[in-house]
């Protein structure tokens, strides 16, 4: 077995370093193809790479007073958002034959939506703990659900999403 290599249940997995190198490429790939989209539609933005929660993660900012113009590319409710992210997590598969789980944030939108979603977990949380009864939130998308699972578990509570999209959303369940 390589030193990049640690056996695991029988089974070579990738070392720290090597996860590191392979989502620090996964956004570089990301990187490239948003660069080559921004020209395309006459845009300017500053890419910025980074590696959270063990995912690449690739943020679009605009150079001085360009959010405007850039918020385009986010559309209503994140909706366009989600589609380039998925265009860029396809052009990475492409490139690297797997699969990626990279996020992608334009003009600060998913960070803004985040410390929303957080607020509304945290109130939400505040219901069922003092009701004892469980709360249903509106339905969200994959990452707005996650958020409000993280901040749910971190709190000491139980949550888990119901429904089918475009409709699922999350249950917070009394402790």
């Given at each position: 077995?390589?030193?990049?290599?640690?056996?695991?249940?029988?089974?070579?997995?990738?070392?720290?370093?090597?996860?590191?190198?392979?989502?620090?490429?996964?956004g570089e790939i990301a990187a490239d193809y948003l660069e080559e989209l921004l020209d395309i539609v006459d845009l300017d933005?500053?890419?910025?790479?980074?590696?959270?929660?063990?995912?690449?993660?690739v943020e679009i900012l605009s150079e001085e007073d360009g959010s405007r113009w850039l918020k385009?590319?986010?559309g209503t409710d994140g909706e366009v958002l989600d589609a380039v992210q998925e265009l860029t997590?396809?052009?990475?598969q492409a490139k690297t034959g797997e699969r990626s789980r990279l996020m992608l944030d334009i003009a600060?939108?998913?960070k803004g939506r985040k410390t929303e979603l957080t607020r509304i977990a945290e109130k939400a949380i505040g219901e069922v703990t003092a009701s004892g009864e469980r709360r249903d939130l509106p339905a969200m998308n994959p990452f707005e659900r996650k958020v409000v699972h993280d901040v749910v578990a971190a709190a000491g509570l139980?949550?888990?999403s119901e429904g089918v999209?475009?409709?699922?959303?999350?249950?917070?369940?009394p402790s």
């Open positions: 077995m390589s030193e990049d290599t640690k056996a695991v249940e029988g089974k070579d997995q990738p070392s720290e370093p090597d996860s590191l190198k392979r989502l620090e490429e996964e933005g500053d890419i910025d790479i980074d590696v959270d929660h063990g995912r690449a993660a385009r590319l986010v997590r396809l052009a990475v600060g939108y998913r139980v949550s888990d999209e475009p409709e699922r959303h999350v249950v917070i369940h």
